[in-house]
């Protein structure tokens, strides 16, 4: 479905957040006959929250106090329901609504549906999809291109009716876009599938069915892929989509990163002092978005000049403080073990202490705990999950002087700088989601960093 099929609808929301604001604007100035009456929440919304969205006669419903069958009632009303992404698909009420026949989908699938995908690179993946999607744009403009950042980074996707079409236009999608999107990009980047996600789409395998659902969407040609995930190369060499071309990065005859920096089937294009950011995870997501540019013929040259100025994204390996000779790194937006394994691997031969925990998904830290021990890091571990890092921790082998539990972030901090030496790295990395005791991991980075301006 299309945005501008909308003209004349009886439309349901179910949500709030960016999307759900930027869709209810747009309808409301290009879409005059069109209408929101029904706003559907799982909590009671602020009062004015019908006004906001620009239909003060809607129909407000909270899912907590009417139940599902009146909340699918009141939806199943409407020509179409727009969910906000973090609505999951999976939920019995909207498979309720669906099995009415009523259409659910997301304001940005209304865009690429619009846009038929021409043009877009729609980057997806556990972690490492922001900092690639953001690469990507910043490489297309200094090839001398014009470019629009959209989707979970940059602006919402329905913003760009708004601006002249651009030549290329990157999309981050998240699995919550993906599940039900019905029309894909031209380009289709994965930079890694991984456990994650599980509370919103109900187990492992069905996170990564719905992002490799991305692949055989309409509208996709090319799916540019990380091949260094052996798990995701497996899964794509059983010819599950034969018409599909298929471009791998982290090879030897692609994109890869190698010791002395990022290179072209085998030719240095960058040396490691060049790259704007730390880690050979990153060196990798330069190369993704190198990869998936080319299939679009653009080839930013000389690599080192173009990727001059470009500048981290908050709470990714991001320094925010350093004195005395210790520097304060938050990497908040580390939900997994395995990106926290891959933000202790960026600062080799350093001695690290490592602030970790938070909402418990039913992670495991097995491996992690191995990588602890291997590299003589100082474990310390805040709730919810800090207490299962610290048992793997020293089940791997870190002493207790070096796997130490601790009630909060707070002390956390002043535990770190009382046991860290000149040189030393405290490195904020949680290895799970923030929400146990923050509203996001934006908050949680923001708290660290207080902390750390103040130690």
């Known amino acids: 479905m299309r945005f501008s099929e909308l003209e004349g609808a009886d439309v349901g929301v179910w949500g709030a ?52 069958d009146a909340l699918v009632a009141a939806l199943s009303g409407c020509d ?15 498979r309720a609504v ?8 997301t304001a940005t699938a209304l865009w690429l549906a619009e846009r038929g995908g021409e043009g877009v690179i729609g980057v997806t993946g556990t972690k490492g999809k922001s900092t690639t999607a953001a690469l990507a744009a910043h490489l297309a403009r200094a090839a001398g291109r014009t470019a629009h950042l959209a989707g979970n980074i940059g602006v919402p996707a329905l913003d760009l009716l708004d601006r002249e079409p651009a030549e290329v236009t990157i999309v981050e999608l998240s699995s919550y876009h993906i599940a039900d999107l019905d029309t894909g990009p031209q380009v289709a980047l994965i930079t890694s599938l991984f456990r994650e996600h599980t509370d919103w789409h109900g187990s492992e395998r069905a996170y990564r069915a719905d992002k490799l659902r991305l692949l055989g969407l309409p509208g996709v040609r090319t799916a540019v892929i990380n091949a260094r995930d052996e ?8 010819g599950a989509h034969p018409d599909l071309e298929t471009i791998a990065y982290g090879v030897a005859d692609g994109w890869d990163v190698v010791p002395e920096g990022v290179a ?4 240095l294009r960058a040396a490691s002092a060049e790259l704007p950011l730390r880690g050979e995870h990153n060196a990798l997501n330069v190369c993704g978005a190198l990869a998936a540019l080319e299939v679009l013929s653009i080839r930013p040259s000389p690599l080192a000049r173009a990727l001059a100025g470009f500048a981290p994204l908050p709470h990714r390996l991001e320094p925010v403080a350093e004195r005395e000779g210790i520097l304060w790194v938050n990497d908040s ?18 001695e690290l202490i490592l602030i970790a925990g938070g909402q418990d998904r039913g992670q495991d830290y097995a491996r992690l705990g191995r990588v602890l021990a291997e590299a003589s ?79």
Request: net charge positive; aromatic share 4%.
């Open 80 to 94: 179409v329901v727009v969910r906000s992404p973090g609505v999951s698909i999976h939920r019995p009420e909207l």
């Open 333 to 350: 937006i580390s939900t997994t073990p395995e990106s926290t394994a891959a933000a202790l691997a960026s600062f080799p031969g350093r």
């Open 264 to 267: 072209l089937r085998g030719e």
């Open 17 to 68: 957040g960016r999307e759900i604001g930027s869709f209810a604007d747009r309808l409301a100035r290009r879409l005059p006959s069109a209408r929101i009456v029904v706003a559907a929440f799982d909590a009671r919304p602020a009062e004015d929250v019908a006004v906001s969205l620009r239909a003060p006669e809607a129909r407000v419903v909270v899912a907590e106090e009417v139940g599902g």
């Open 377 to 455: 890091v100082t474990a310390i571990g805040v709730p919810s999950t800090g207490p299962r890092l610290i048992a793997a921790a020293r089940d791997a082998g870190v002493p207790p002087t070096r796997a130490i539990e601790v009630p909060d972030l707070r002390e956390a901090v002043a535990r770190a700088r009382a046991l860290c030496a000149p040189g030393a790295v405290i490195l904020l990395s949680p290895a799970a989601p923030s929400y146990d005791n923050y509203r996001s991991f934006e908050e949680r980075g923001e708290r660290f960093r207080a902390l750390a301006d103040r130690s």
């Open 231 to 238: 798990r995701l190369r497996g899964e794509l060499s059983a």
């Open 98 to 105: 669906l099995e009415t026949g009523t259409p659910v989908t």
